[in-house]
């Protein structure tokens, strides 16, 4: 039997996505609106999403040395979800979305090596206030982690509870599964929200919730809201393998590398306080190929599928919000911390929703006047 309860959720990204799939359990009617035109048979969005051109990284001490503590707790609560997520969708699925807790490795070169004492002494002071888990690497332990990296690397971190996912396959097997449990999907959606009423092509529907989950595109909506400008490529190598993500430690910047399935990888390193959509810049791409290179110079040989650019949608302390007002519920600034805090956050939203115990509830959410 259905819940009398409506829900809509605007936005089909992955905060989107994750919310309608656990309320269609719970048996909820939902409408999903999402702005671009999705293919259903493969749930692309022509990478207009952040989620899909994101690396799908899982690494709250990675992410909380340059964060707070609010953002390790949140991917701690994470990496204990997704787990679960993976199993039942694998289960419906045709496919098994690859999902591996490996660890992240950080690395130097030598002449970057302040780089990495720095952040392992960051890692230190996070490992006494909370239960980060983490081993220091000589050459050796490099080697046997990832023999392919033997000889270029003397020291390094291992960081042992991390871990990663195939982003695009997620989202895939989401959108699908959202369907299969009666999901209402309208694409190619331009709305409007007031409260709890929806307006698409000059029709209103009323709600007993909204949930706006639209990031950047909420912009109009959160005036506090900016979009941060990222870069990535994704390359094919038939000469690497690696079992987990690589960090690589420089003065400017801290280049991650992160395996995919059919010998895929996915560099990113930049972020840039715009929110310019243009294709990537010729200084940004000749960065990364070098980076790329230097962790091993076989990777001359990959070949460069795609370069993309997208907007993670960020307030000002970088820190996600759930903000309530009346029946509209924005749940927004993810930024690079996506696939880290989503399943937490909505956990929460989720436990709000049904008057559960919400532990994350001080951390996330704002309850506004109209």
Request: with cysteine; charged share 20%; net charge negative.
């Amino acid at each position: 039997m259905s819940n009398t309860v409506d829900i809509a959720i605007i936005g089909a990204g992955l905060a989107g996505r994750l919310l309608a799939y656990r309320l269609s359990q719970l048996n909820y009617d939902i409408d999903l609106y999402e702005a671009n035109q999705l293919d259903i048979k493969t749930s692309a969005q022509q990478l207009s999403a952040a989620a899909f051109t994101a690396a799908g990284m899982i690494a709250p001490i990675s992410e909380a040395i340059d964060a707070d503590l609010d953002t390790y707790f949140l991917g701690k609560s994470s990496l204990k979800l997704w787990p679960q997520i993976i199993r039942e969708l694998n289960l419906s699925g045709d496919k098994k979305i690859a999902y591996q807790q490996n660890g992240s490795l950080i690395i130097c070169h030598h002449q970057d090596q302040a780089e990495l004492t720095h952040f392992t002494r960051k890692v230190h002071r996070l490992s006494q206030t909370c239960d980060a888990k983490f081993k220091t690497l000589d050459a050796t332990d490099i080697k046997a982690l990832e023999p392919d990296l033997e000889g270029n690397f003397s020291t390094g971190l291992l960081l042992e509870e991390e871990a990663n996912i195939d982003n695009r396959h997620l989202m895939h097997a989401l959108l699908q599964q959202c369907l299969a449990n009666q999901v209402h999907l309208i694409d190619q959606a331009t709305v409007s929200v007031t409260n709890n009423c929806v307006t698409h092509q000059h029709k209103s529907q009323t709600y007993q919730w909204v949930f706006d989950c639209r990031g950047v595109g909420a912009k109009a909506q959160l005036p506090n809201l900016r979009g941060v400008r990222g870069e990535v490529l994704r390359v094919e190598s038939t000469e690497i393998s690696l079992s987990r993500p690589v960090r690589l430690m420089h003065p400017r910047y801290q280049l991650y590398l992160v395996p995919k399935p059919n010998r895929q990888f996915v560099i990113g390193a930049t972020q840039i306080e715009s929110e310019d959509t243009s294709p990537m810049s010729v200084q940004s791409m000749l960065e990364l190929c070098s980076a790329l290179y230097s962790i091993n110079p076989a990777f001359s040989q990959a070949r460069i599928l795609e370069q993309n650019t997208n907007l993670r949608p960020a307030f000002i302390d970088n820190k996600p919000q759930v903000i309530v007002r009346d029946q509209l519920v924005s749940i927004n600034g993810l930024f690079r911390h996506g696939f880290l805090v989503a399943p937490a956050i909505i956990d929460s939203v989720v436990n709000w929703l049904q008057g559960k115990n919400c532990p994350n509830q001080a951390r996330l959410f704002s309850f506004l006047e109209h």
